[in-house]
């Protein structure tokens, strides 16, 4: 049987034996949804390639650690997050400004000058698009937490646990979060 057949939980085991091969398969099947992830935090394309491998690398060498392989895509995905906001939080204190939300600026404002929208998924794209780059202007615990709320699916317990806030703060802020992000959102579409 091929490596590209197997589940992951046989993959896994594959990889707690050092075999390669199952940890590329394995970082073939990730790799892209940890990208996004890590990007959504740092905002940094380079940066968040970086974390994505450091992560990877971390979790293939401490899979000893894992008590049920089932779980591997979300302890992976935790392992991501944890790493991308300790790299937000240790670059924000150096008050760096990402070369990407620089190249940004420029794509938008580029893609402002294309004509308009042919038909309604173009129009739902561009909606989708929209909420996305209204997120990245948030604060960025508002912005962090709403991430982790609404796009990687976490409960407030679990973001109140990565973020380090108490439970009822991370409500708090979510809900603030939302708050900005809908009056944001009105002023825009209006």
Not at 65 to 79: A, C, E, N, Q, V
Not at 82 to 88: D, E, L
Not at 96 to 109: A, C, H, N, R, T
Request: aromatic letters at 8%; hydrophobic letters at 35%; one cysteine or more.
């Amino acid at each position: 049987m091929t490596l590209t057949k197997q589940n992951t939980e046989q993959l896994v085991a594959l990889c707690a034996t050092g075999n390669q091969s199952a940890q590329m398969e394995i970082y073939n099947r990730y790799y892209k949804a940890m990208y996004n992830t890590s990007l959504r935090i740092v905002k940094n394309s380079f940066e968040a390639e970086d974390i994505m491998q450091d992560s990877f690398l971390k979790a293939f060498t401490k899979l000893e650690t894992l008590k049920d392989t089932s779980t591997f895509g979300p302890w992976l995905k935790r392992i991501v997050i944890n790493n991308s906001i300790y790299h937000f939080n240790k670059n924000n204190k150096k008050n760096e400004v990402s070369f990407d939300s620089v190249l940004y600026k420029v794509e938008d404002e580029t893609n402002n000058e294309t004509n308009g929208i042919n038909n309604s998924y173009d129009l739902l794209s561009l909606k989708a698009q929209q909420i996305l780059k209204t997120i990245k202007t948030l604060k960025d615990n508002y912005r962090i937490a709403l991430t982790l709320n609404l796009i990687e699916g976490y409960d407030s317990e679990e973001i109140s646990e990565i973020m380090n806030i108490t439970n009822a703060n991370c409500r708090t802020t979510i809900s603030r979060a939302k708050d900005s992000l809908r009056k944001k959102l009105e002023k825009e579409f209006a």
